[in-house]
């Protein structure tokens, strides 16, 4: 799944795409490179970010879907957002899409019977609080495996309707650097929902801190990062380098 910024506070400058004509020509070198799906946001949910309008992220938004979806058809688009009423916009101009939804419903109540009554696919991920609080809440007594499975757990029961979703534990989302690893490493326990697992870890801090480097500089190691989450499990790769996470995945098929 390659990543599209459509706005200009994304930790990662490379993935920032502000001018509508040019996101078809990256989407095309996304799909050349190999990209299954593309995934856009129009609102920033990296720390601190600051709150977006609804009518702002739709702006960001409507142009780019419209010029992709007639440049690329068949292509498996998703939006990144929590909000039902940009959902039901998106899909009046870019027809089916994938629901990438950063807070699995809770910040919406209307998202999770929109995706129910078009059946759509659906991507649920573990978050606490919101940008500007989230990484005041990792606190986890149970332990960070623990807690997101049981979050998960109580996602199914809500979301009993929804044909279709795949489960994100949301990597830097309320979570230490510590806890991120910890959270990768049992990754495989998150088998038992019997879903497809979305990871995105590239360039994030869980990778560049430890390493006193810039996302800029984080390319390679996110490639080791993304090799030990496909050996843990993970199905989707959400990435910002679409090449160099091909060759990853192709690599890590040749050691099976």
């Not at 309320?174 to 806890?179: G, H, L, P």
């Amino acid at each position: 799944m390659g990543i599209i910024n459509l706005n200009g506070d994304s930790f990662f400058r490379g993935s920032r795409v502000m001018v509508p004509e040019l996101v078809a020509e990256r989407v095309g070198k996304m799909v050349e490179e190999g990209a299954a799906m593309v995934d856009f946001g129009a609102v920033s949910t990296r720390p601190g970010a600051a709150p977006v309008s609804l009518e702002e992220e739709w702006e960001r938004l409507e142009r780019p879907l419209k010029l992709v979806r007639q440049g690329f058809p068949s292509l498996s688009i998703s939006v990144d957002t929590f909000r039902s009423e940009i959902v039901r916009r998106c899909l009046s101009v870019a027809g089916r899409i994938i629901v990438n939804d950063i807070s699995a419903g809770e910040d919406d109540p209307g998202m999770l019977p929109l995706v129910v009554a078009e059946n759509l696919t659906y991507v649920a991920m573990h978050k606490r609080g919101d940008p500007g609080t989230m990484q005041d809440l990792t606190d986890y007594p149970e332990g960070i495996v623990e807690a997101v499975l049981a979050y998960f757990d109580n996602f199914a029961e809500r979301a009993s309707g929804v044909s279709d979703w795949i489960l994100d534990p949301g990597f830097g989302f309320a979570k230490t650097v510590s806890q991120n690893y910890a959270l990768l490493d049992g990754l495989s326990n998150f088998r038992r929902f019997g879903r497809k697992i979305l990871v995105g870890v590239s360039r994030k801090s869980m990778i560049y801190s430890p390493l006193g480097i810039t996302p800029d500089e984080a390319l390679a190691p996110t490639q080791v990062v993304h090799l030990k989450a496909l050996q843990e499990g993970a199905d989707i790769l959400r990435v910002h380098d679409v090449a160099e996470a091909v060759r990853t995945v192709k690599l890590y098929r040749e050691m099976l």
